[in-house]
Each structure stands twice: as C-alpha cells, then as structure tokens.
C-alpha cells in the first residue's frame, strides 16, 4: 500500500529541500538491499557500505529518505523512560538491561556526529518526567530510588523551582534526569544522508508490494520494478507489521505532534526567559512537550491505533485542536493562534516495550520496535544488524541480545480490541496531563 505522509512537519520543513532523489523505475540486481531509510536503515547502509566498498548496496524507502518517523519525532536521545521502570530486583535487573542499550545508542550517535561533525543542536540539557498532579510524587519518588540504585542522576523537584526552570506553573512535581539529549532529529537525519558511501544507491518514493525467499535470493516486487538481493535488512519500524515481518509481536501506533511559531521577544519574556527544555509525562498519555532552542513550543498529546499509511487534513486538525488546548493550559498568557504546524507519525511498539533484532533466515534480518526510544537505539541497531548479517559479533550485539525478547500478541480482532481498550483506560487517566 502507497504510504501517504502529510508535508507539515516543522522540523523537515525548515531544511533545505534536497535537490536530487531517485525512485526504482527499472529491474535491478545486488548484494545487499536495505528496506527504510530511517535512522536504522541509513545507519545499516552506512556501515555496510564501509564494510563492503566494492559490493553494490540498494536503499530503499517508501517515502522520502528520513521523513518518516526519524524525522518527525519529538528529538529525545533517551538515556532512561519511566514507564520501563521497575522496583523489585529481577525487574530492576531487566530494566538494566534496557538502560545498557539507551546508553550505547547515545554513544552510536554521539559517534556520528564527532565523526561527521553535524550540527543537530545537540543539548546535553537532560530532561524532566513531569505532572500536575501532587499525586505523582510517590511515583517519581519510587523512580528516583529505581534510578539511584542504577546510578543516574536525578533530582526530584517542586512546583517553585519547576516554575522557574520551565516557565510555567502547571506541574508541580517533576523528577529531573541528567543524561538525555535534546536535539533537532530532521538535523540528525539528513545527516545521515549526505553521510553514505559512494556504493550505496538511495531510492525514494519506491514502496514494497510484496518480497519472496527464493534458495539463496530474495526477490522483491516494488511499484515500479523488481529488486533481486543476496541479503535483505528490514528497517520499516512501524511498517514492519505490513510487510508480514514478525508480524505477532509488533504493532503500529499514530502520534500526532504541533508546533507554534518562533516566540516573540514579548511573549518569550512574559514565560520567563527558559532554558531549551523536554518534559515526558509521568503518565503514559500525558503530553510530552519541548522548549526549542530557537524559542518554539512542541507539544506531543495523542497516541491512537489509526491507519498508519495516511491521515487526512481534517482528522490532523482535529488533532491540531487538542494539541492547542495543551498549549493553552501550560502557557495562558500565549495567543491562541500560535501553533504553526502540525503533523503526524508512527512508531512501532511490542507488548513488553522490547526491541526486534534478529536474524530471520539465513539472508534475511530485521531491527526495529523501538518503542519510542528510536534515535539513538534505532541508530545502534541499523550499524549492529549490518554488522549481525557480516557473521561478526561485537560487544554490543552480546548487549542487545541480552534483552528480553518481544513477548507474543494475539491475532487480530483482539488485538486491536486489547490495544483500544488499553489506550483508552491510560488516556483516562491522564486526562489533566494532556
């Protein structure tokens, strides 16, 4: 099915647009094919295509390069997510585990950028799990105990100081973490573009109808042509499910995010001058929302099983809608027609938040499920299942498969019921949060 992305996202839409992109118009032969050119797939291709200079590599995306999910999410390099969190040892010895991956997936990206010296306005700022509601203390103060014992700096912070720091008097207990990042992730991604090797032929706008393993090939039909390949990696996140990859352990989730204007020197002044800031919510359908460096407002508030190939202009509005209520909530003194774009994403989540990372076959690899936490863990395992379908093995493959592995979902209708139903309960309780 043809992937129909609205073009409204603030973040591509302040870059320049790209001169050149190709589409698959005629049958081709390779080593190596890549589907998603997010940040897995580019990250797969670049490291392939350092592996194997003189091997041909084929990228292909339903889409423009990037400008799915990669590009149009909220920019946290993740260091540690609260609704992972857990008390009890064994739990605890798991959450570890998850830890260990968000820290090399910063470390993956950190890499990059030193490497290939990209301005992404990388902002060791950390971050805040915030709410408004008082109650909320005894769970961050459990998380705070959870992080302690990991060894992650962390602040538990009131109502006074979160005013002061943020701008506005709308939460009252926040738990502050020092490692993450924020960044710019259409900055980040385009990066990657401009960052693959010469053998690496990128096609845009080229979706996947079908593919078959055939003895030691895969032969993959797309809307224009066909695509033989000695190996494939599948990199599609939250198009996995779609193209019957793992397809009982995955699922696609819409997201729809808005941003306001550059603030003005007036209106910046009456929030207080802040510092660049992200808050993620205590509860799991609270807003997440962020302070750009260039003094601009974003705000995430809804998350719902929709189609994930295409959302109309007048649902995106009604989204629009809700996400302006956030606003206004948060920031009263702002006028209310501030937002200037708003646009919608997928991400792909598992039923126990874990990541897939295997070998299916012989040829055939797939890395995704991100669960939210895709830059930097989707940047680690692009370059770890290039380095997986090489036959080689690193430390941080011996890390990542030290995960647990996705838990089993059952077939549909239930699924979408169990996931409704789910999403509905969690947004009624995080109803003042939004």
């Not at 797309?222 to 193209?243: E, P, Q």
Request: aromatic fraction near 10%.
């Amino acid at each position: 099915m043809k992937l129909e992305n609205d073009n409204t996202c603030s973040w591509i839409n302040d870059l320049i647009p790209r001169a050149e992109t190709k589409s698959i118009n005629s049958d081709k032969n390779c080593e190596w094919l890549i589907i998603g050119a997010g940040y897995t797939g580019l990250s797969a291709a670049r490291k392939l295509g350092q592996l194997y200079p003189n091997q041909k590599i084929i990228l292909a995306d339903a889409q423009l390069a990037g400008e799915g999910a990669s590009g149009r999410n909220s920019g946290y390099l993740v260091d540690t997510t609260l609704n992972d969190g857990f008390s009890s040892n064994k739990e605890l010895e798991n959450y570890k585990k998850k830890t260990d991956i968000y820290k090399l997936g910063i470390e993956a990206v950190r890499k990059f950028i030193n490497e290939y010296q990209v301005d992404c306005d990388w902002n060791d700022s950390g971050k805040y799990f915030a709410s408004s509601k008082i109650d909320d203390k005894k769970i961050l103060s459990n998380f705070s105990i959870t992080l302690s014992k990991l060894g992650f700096e962390n602040n538990l912070l009131e109502k006074k100081d979160l005013t002061k720091r943020l701008g506005t008097s709308f939460y009252n207990v926040a738990l502050y973490t020092k490692g993450g990042i924020l960044l710019n992730p259409a900055k980040l991604v385009r990066s990657m573009i401009n960052a693959l090797p010469n053998n690496v032929e990128l096609y845009e706008k080229s979706y996947l109808l079908s593919w078959t393993s055939v003895k030691d090939y895969i032969s993959c039909n797309f809307n224009n042509a066909k695509i033989t390949t000695k190996k494939i990696i599948f990199a599609t996140n939250g198009f996995l499910r779609s193209l019957k990859i793992k397809t009982n352990y995955n699922f696609p989730i819409t997201l729809t995010a808005s941003m306001t204007r550059q603030l003005s020197d007036e209106e910046f002044n009456s929030i207080g001058q802040p510092k660049e800031w992200g808050v993620l919510p205590v509860r799991p359908m609270g807003a997440t929302i962020r302070m750009t460096r260039d003094k601009r407002i974003l705000i995430r508030n809804t998350a719902e099983v929709h189609d994930p190939f295409y959302m109309s202009k007048k649902i995106l509005n009604k989204r629009s809608n809700i996400q302006k209520i956030g606003i206004k909530k948060r920031f009263p003194e702002l006028p209310d027609d501030i937002i200037q774009s708003t646009w919608s994403g997928v991400v792909s989540r598992t039923r126990n938040s874990s990541q897939i990372f295997e070998k299916i076959k012989e040829n055939i690899f797939v890395a995704g499920c991100y669960n939210g936490s895709g830059i930097g863990v989707g940047t680690l395992f692009g370059e770890q299942i290039a380095l997986k379908a090489c036959n080689e093995n690193t430390s941080e493959i011996e890390t990542i498969e030290k995960r647990n592995n996705p838990t089993w979902l059952p077939p549909q209708p239930f699924l979408g019921i169990g996931i409704k139903t789910r999403l509905f309960y969690e947004r009624l309780k995080a109803r003042s949060e939004i």
